[in-house]
């Protein structure tokens, strides 16, 4: 099987690969602007025909109960995955303008390998879990839980890490035992589709179980959350959507899951080596050109060495330059699209509006003269207050911010709608604890410690999102918990 679309992709709706409704829609390679091919463009009827089969599968079928064929299943896929991951690859670095060094862990085989966590949960999940025995109302009762599928799962994806966010939606969703209707981004609908297409071609993955839509529309996704055969939205995008995913979900009361935006803070005490941390929070925020939710892109230094930092910051930024994803040796690759890049570009302006200064970037690399691509630019002058600052960007734009202590760095970390991710550098640990426990959010690093696994629950205070992915946490998002009560023998 060849996994590249020749003239376009599919969707994948009851079981079969179909095209979509709507005809096609392009999807281009944000490095070069060039044409790579279509993907197919469903239409209100083809979501309604997904919802409808996912539905039927959850219903009618036993695959809710059958935790051993769902892992079966799960585990089948992990491995046709592996046997195209060359190909994926391509394909992604292609249509994400993913950074040819991140697609092993973070885009691709790390992702396609934490499918294996969730199928083993599957199977050795306490599905069934006693309560004991008790004398409500004086009458001798024993209790248990049974913990049960939640039922059609609605997954909306965005484009950033498209088959990291995909399989960490479906893979705890299908492992315990919903039926999934995903709809992923229209940047992206490539990287979905081959996985449909793999699923279709590969496995043993009964009709309606996962059902793979892709759409220029939009619209496609607010269908998803207003449907009354939907049970569950796990949504992961922008704080904005966000917010209309959860009002239009509430008229059917569906429960939501949401993973939004970010702006953290990378914090710097005064007894950390400046230089280094430094060094680290200018390569993070250039990686896969800043466009990650849970990239620092504040960076909190001590005051008193504020020149100092800026200076160390600087000096790795000038020399990751935005260079092209299939270079092995890029950091930086491009922004997703033309919109993408005029956003970041306003917000350049907005910061020297604002009073800042551009120390490092601050345009398009002349090297370049084509592709969606931005400079890692560093920003000094400014307060947290501003909206540089307070703003999520999703570029390679990072704010530099004195603090006044660890107290003061802790607060200005807090001074955001946002309480995502974050990194603390020092050398005392009573120092570090403290720091710590006073930072509002879902996942931090301390001293460079990586904080993502599958078996680690990632997500947002504040609004950052609701609920939590990956780990055992994650999977029981997608669960529901029946008390179950019978005369105490
Ligand atoms: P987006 O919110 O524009 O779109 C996300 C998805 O929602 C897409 O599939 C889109 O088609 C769909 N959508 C758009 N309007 C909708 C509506 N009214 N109802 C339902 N669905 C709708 O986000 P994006 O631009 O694709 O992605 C970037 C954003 O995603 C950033 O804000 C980033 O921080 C966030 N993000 C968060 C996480 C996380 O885990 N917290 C991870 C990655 C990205």
Redesign the pocket.
Known sequence: MTLRPTDSSTLLIDGKLVPGSGGTFEVFDPSTEELLGKAADATAADMDAAIEAARRAFDDTDWSRDHAFRARCLRQLRDALRGHIEELREITIAEVGAPRFLTSAAHLEGPVDDLLFFADLAENYSWKQDLGNAAPMGIPTHRYLLKEATGVVGA??????PHQ?NFAKIGPALAAGNTVVL????DTPWCAALVGKILAEETDFPPGTLNIVTSSD??L??QL?EDPRVDLIS???????GR??MR?AADTLKKVFL????KSAFLVLDDADLRSACSMAAFTVSTHAGQG?AITTRLVVPRDKYDEAVAATAKTMRTLRPGDPRDPGTVCGPLISERQRARVESYLRLAVEEGGTIVVGGGRPAEHARGFFVEPTLISGLDNRSRTAQE?I?GPVLVVIPHDGDDDAVRIANDSPYG?SGAVYGTDPARIARVVAGVRTGTLGVNGGIWYAADAP?G?YKQ??IGR?MGVAGFEEYLETKLVAEPAS
């Open positions: 909306i994806t965005p484009w950033n890490f966010i709809k992923p981004a229209p939009h619209l996704g607010a959350t949504f992961t995008g922008s704080t904005a959507t209309s995913v239009s993973e939004l935006g970010g939710c999520e999703f995502l990632f947002g950052s999102g992915e």
